[in-house]
């Protein structure tokens, strides 16, 4: 059985990999596994119960390459039942007007899956 958390992301500096790196660290590798969206079929997203896509911004709000190849194929997944949760980088200093815009075209294909967002209520 594999692990319980998927951890994707898509690089090409590395940076986004190395944050990857972070929690699967934290949850230990029998909890969590990462995979670099460049190289992985769409069906691994569809073998965690949790997945946490991940990208980095480019220039002035671009989604990081390889997601923008992915994209239109994560967009036509049923991850209903599947609990996502998403991350992003960016560079706050140089494009301060686009910093971590990435994230939300990945944001908006995660929703289009049917995924579930659980949320918090107070008791």
Not at 88 to 106: C, E, K, M, R, Y
């Amino acid at each position: 059985m594999s692990a319980p958390i998927g951890i994707f992301y898509g690089t090409t500096t590395y940076d986004t990999q190395i944050v990857a790196e972070r929690p699967q660290s934290a949850f230990g590798t029998a909890l969590a596994e990462i995979h670099n969206i460049g190289r992985t079929a769409a069906d691994r997203l569809c073998a965690y119960p949790f997945f946490i896509p991940g990208t980095s911004t480019w220039g002035d709000g671009d989604l990081q390459p390889a997601w923008n190849e992915f994209l239109p194929t994560l967009e036509t997944l049923d991850l209903r039942g599947l609990s996502p949760a998403v991350y992003g980088l960016g560079d706050q200093v140089t494009h301060p007007d686009a910093f971590v815009s990435g994230l939300g075209p990945l944001h908006d294909a995660v929703l289009k899956t049917g995924s579930y967002w659980p949320t918090c209520v107070p008791a």
